[in-house]
């Protein structure tokens, strides 16, 4: 989708995109093969050696190259190139104030998911997290990433999709729990758990150090993170269709991920809403 891309150059918003690509202008090449008519001519020299810089930059994997030109609501133009370069993340704290700790947070990549527990392997994410050219997440921008990187005392430098303002432009608004019900992802045994039940499993195991507090609140974490793969494709399709090239990317975006299993198993005994 990058080549079709030309909201990342100056002078030109979404208005000034779709007339591009009604004049025929299709993609980069397209571009250098005619000059677009209704581009202003006070933008066009920075216009054209931006775009030389973005097939560059697309040959050499350089996500954040283009991150850092896009708004956040269309950065989800990353996700077709970049997919098998990327990894969804969702974390969890003991709380919202300033002294709150990380408590744990999952990587899942599509394949595998890796847990990282506070105590145990925080450690091991920085260099895990590095493999990776864009991160997905929600809310992250905001919240995730600025929290991993104080705690943690690391940089991400990677590119980011934050499908929040992406699924806003889509109309869906609210928390990652609402916009999963709206899209029709179910929650199965962890329907009505919450952040706040998270906070209270994770001062619990802390309290008590059964782990049965620490596997609840990881099949919790594990949902949050893996269904972002969900919501992402979801959220790529919609986009796409909106677009000339949606049959150029159907059979990518045919069939929605399978769910993995949660390898994590919840115990409602320690929900704190359970009742006998």
């Not at 980011?160 to 199965?188: F, H, M, N, T, W």
Request: proline content about 7%.
């Amino acid at each position: 989708m990058l080549r079709h891309t030309f909201r990342h150059l100056p002078g030109i918003g979404p208005a000034a995109e779709r007339r591009l690509w009604r004049q025929g202008i299709l993609s980069w090449d397209d571009w250098r093969d005619g000059r677009p008519r209704s581009l202003a001519a006070v933008y066009r020299p920075q216009a054209e050696e931006l775009l030389a810089r973005s097939r560059l930059a697309l040959s050499a994997g350089e996500a954040r190259f283009f991150a850092k030109l896009l708004k956040p609501p269309e950065c989800w133009r990353l996700f077709p190139d970049f997919r098998q370069q990327s990894a969804y993340l969702d974390i969890e704290t003991s709380g919202l104030g300033a002294d709150a700790e990380l408590s744990l947070l999952t990587l899942y990549d599509g394949y595998v998911a890796t847990r990282y527990v506070n105590g145990e392997n925080l450690a091991d994410f920085a260099p895990d997290v590095a493999r990776y050219a864009v991160l997905i997440s929600f809310n992250g921008r905001r919240f995730d990433i600025p929290f991993l990187e104080r705690a943690l005392h690391i940089r991400l430098p990677q590119a980011q999709i934050d499908l929040c303002p992406v699924l806003r432009s889509l109309g869906y608004r609210g928390g990652l729990k609402k916009v999963e019900e709206a899209l029709g992802i179910a929650r199965g045994d962890l329907r009505g758990v919450d952040g706040l039940a998270a906070v209270y499993l994770w001062r619990r195991y802390r309290e008590s150090g059964d782990r049965r507090f620490l596997e609840t609140l990881s099949a919790y974490n594990f949902a949050d993170t893996v269904n972002l793969e969900r919501l992402m494709f979801i959220a790529c399709r919609m986009k796409l269709a909106a677009t000339p090239f949606a049959d150029e990317f159907a059979e990518a975006f045919a069939t929605p991920p399978p769910a993995p299993e949660n390898p994590w198993r919840v115990w409602p005994e320690c929900l704190p809403y359970y009742e006998k």
